[in-house]
């Protein structure tokens, strides 16, 4: 039975109701986005029908969540066909929500034919269920049901279900020490077991690559020493090398990478607009090049192997000169098979200009990394043709800041330090937090925010930059955490996990700092919003490419490629099937990019002219296999990521890298500000060895 809305009802909802995008069609089939789910009626309201959409919640990261890294959403009900109440005993009708026990109810409010808008959930798997009740701001359900939906990750218990039996029949026991030499070379070892996850349902071959570690032979192993700061000067020379290094890891000496004999490499410190050569020699044992992350520099210093300049060989060397126009912090690594070279150590940042003193007391530039170690404490080796850990890419544990376990730095209670964080780790995307310490996010990769904000937790995934001032108001040790909710694939659950990766000792102090008294004050950039605003105004509406990002399987077993199939988690916060993940290479596993006129990966060539602003989409399709979160990094330019999921990102600032979660959408403004032929990719180094990666080309 359908009743029509009246003309009455329809201005109401307009009135009340504030203006949502539609996000999930009446014919979306469950479970098929991370987003929706159908707000299924009783089977007596034949007339009804519902949708439960998840909604972005606006943030100024690529993900919106919680402190504790659970997944922020604003809930919508669209509902159809409901009858006037009193038809069904009641006067309104009422939105809940539950954990999926039902042990906590959330009054959510009451709801109508049209658009509603609910709010926020506190849980990260739920229910909603509608019901009519007898008066609006009655506090607990007690009314008839009306309809309900169960929210889309749900999905992952399904999941458990069909794995549980599996988990108790065939697991592996403990398979620390095992070797595997199946391929050839190196004898792989297991990856490393992790207590919180349950072992993989089978046992995995290795990868069908050879294992690989830096070969030392006949070549100088310098020790680790501290890293060192370059002042550069405007027409400087700098020198530096790629090597083999010695360090501890674990108690353990183990041979690693790193520039001038240090990991992470010297920190640069330039100014704007000035000019410095580096004469760069290679003394790996592999061929390598250097990428100036995000630096406007001329296309042949870009680092990128064929485009124009070879990779540097062994023993070989090239000369990069670098041009600093943008203020902000930079990296630079390989860009040559990044999944070792840049994990084995070879990261530094450059820092180009230096805060106000009257904002900042003191400012620390950290890498934040991981390491993988196997059972037996020993780095995990890496594919000799291609990359392992293909699917999720390689996850550590040991947590590295400034390539140290443990770190430790210091402050003054009531100065304000600035934290300049890179994330220098092939695959993870941290939730950084300081407990007990407020944040206020003031910049990211190229530039300043329009507007300073306060942050609980910093989201920050391979290769972004952002910058954090932080006061601490009283003596005391602070640690730096992880916080996130883990996945466990083989149980489909989640659990929380704090991971400590370095402490701040903080001193007592008489008074605050001068920029320790302006703290509390959140400032805008009037330079920036002009900037942005200046770059909004000269772009067009309609994108001119979009990016559809997905992966392909090959050479699979039916049941791997069941099991990655349609279970799409918005972000990865941890490595859920380490066998799966580290068996797989790019033999197996294609990740793509295509854009619309169908051409992928490195068949990707868009022309652009300088001068030019070009609006971008880029699409994570749900439905992909193992859909995931992909941080994608264009070279040479900058960018405004503009709108997320069809809503305007309401605090920006110009990036060069940025996170697009599962099953999401952006538009990016890209500036075509400097000529060449450049790369676009995922920053997971594995993603970019397997294929996500394509090209553009800027003429004058
Ligand atoms: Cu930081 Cu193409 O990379
Ligand atoms: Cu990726």
Request: hydrophobic residues 40%; glycine residues 8%.
């Amino acid at each position: 039975m359908w009743y029509p809305l009246s003309i009455a009802a329809l201005l109401v909802q307009a009135v009340q109701t504030p203006r949502v995008s539609v996000r999930c069609a009446w014919d979306t089939p469950p479970f098929a986005t991370p987003y929706c789910a159908e707000l299924v009626p009783t089977p007596d309201l034949t007339g009804v029908r519902g949708m439960l959409e998840l909604h972005w919640v606006p943030t100024p990261f690529g993900a919106a969540v919680r402190p504790d890294g659970q997944l922020r959403h604003r809930l919508v009900a669209r509902l159809e066909g409901l009858p006037p109440a009193p038809s069904l005993g009641g006067r309104v009708y009422v939105a809940w929500g539950y954990n999926l026990s039902h042990s906590q109810e959330v009054r959510l409010g009451v709801v109508r034919n049209g658009v509603n808008d609910l709010g926020e959930l506190p849980f990260e798997y739920f229910r909603v269920i509608v019901s009519v009740e007898d008066a609006a701001s009655i506090p607990r359900r007690r009314g008839r049901l009306v309809a309900r939906a169960t929210s889309p990750n749900s999905l992952m218990l399904s999941h458990r279900d069909a794995m549980a039996p599996m988990l108790t029949s065939s697991a592996p026991t403990d398979a620390s020490g095992h070797e595997h030499g199946a391929h050839g070379g190196e004898a792989w070892p297991m990856p490393p077991s992790d207590p919180r996850i349950a072992p993989a349902a089978m046992q995995h071959t290795p990868p069908s690559t050879p294992a690989w570690r830096p070969d030392s032979t006949g070549r100088e192993v310098l020790p680790l020493r501290p890293r060192e700061v370059i002042r550069a000067r405007h027409g400087d020379t700098l020198t530096l090398s790629a090597g083999l290094v010695r360090r501890m890891i674990g108690g353990r000496a183990i041979v690693a990478y790193g520039y001038n004999g240090q990991s992470p490499g010297p920190l640069i410190r330039a100014d704007q607009g000035t000019e410095v050569t580096v004469r760069f020699t290679n003394r790996l044992d592999v061929p390598t090049t250097v990428h100036w992350h995000g630096l406007r520099l001329e296309n042949r210093s870009d680092g990128v192997p064929g485009f124009p300049a070879p990779a540097v060989e062994p023993g070989g060397a090239f000369t990069y000169q670098l041009r600093f126009p943008d203020a902000g912090y930079y990296w630079y690594h390989p860009h040559v098979r990044e999944d070792a070279q840049q994990d084995l150590g070879l990261y530094g940042n450059i820092s180009v200009g230096r805060p106000s003193p009257l904002a900042v007391d003191r400012e620390e530039v950290l890498t934040l990394d991981d390491l993988q170690l196997d059972d037996r404490g020993l780095p995990m080796p890496y594919g000799a043709d291609t990359a392992s850990h293909a699917l999720m890419g390689r996850f550590g544990n040991v947590w590295l800041v400034n390539g140290e376990p443990g770190w430790q730095g210091r402050a003054r209670a009531g100065e304000v330090l600035r934290l300049a964080l890179t994330n220098a780790a092939n695959a993870r995307t941290f939730n950084l937090r300081i407990p007990g310490a407020r944040l206020k996010l003031v910049g990211s990769d190229v530039s300043a925010f329009e507007r300073e904000a306060w942050v609980a937790s910093v989201v920050i995934a391979p290769a972004e930059r952002y910058v954090v001032d932080v006061r601490f108001d009283s003596a005391g040790r602070y640690a730096l955490v992880n916080e996130v909710r883990w996945l466990d694939h083989m149980r489909g659950t989640t659990m929380p996990a704090v991971d400590t990766l370095g402490f701040v000792a903080v001193e007592a102090s008489a008074a605050p700092t001068r920029a320790g008294r302006r703290f509390g004050v959140l400032a805008g950039d009037a330079r920036v919003r002009r900037e942005i605003d200046g770059l909004i105004a000269r772009a067009p509406a309609v994108a001119r490419h979009t990016l559809t990002l997905g992966m392909r399987l090959s050479n699979v077993s039916p049941q791997t490629v069941a099991m990655l199939t349609g279970i799409a988690m918005p972000m990865d916060w941890n490595d859920a099937m380490p066998m799966m993940n580290w068996a797989l290479s790019a033999r197996e596993v294609t990740w793509t990019m295509r854009d619309e006129s169908g051409r992928e990966n490195m068949g990707i060539h868009w022309r652009f002219r300088t001068g030019e602003v070009v609006r971008i989409r880029l699409v994570s399709d749900p439905g992909a296999t193992h859909a995931m979160a992909h941080p994608i990094h264009f070279h040479g330019q900058r960018f405004v990521v503009v709108r997320r999921n069809d809503v305007a990102v309401p605090n920006k600032a110009w990036k060069d890298t940025a996170l697009l979660p599962a099953g999401e959408s952006m538009e990016i403004l890209l500036e075509l500000s400097n000529p060449g032929t450049w790369m676009m990719h995922c920053h997971v180094a594995e993603h970019l060895g397997t294929g996500m990666m394509g090209m553009f080309e800027v003429v004058p």
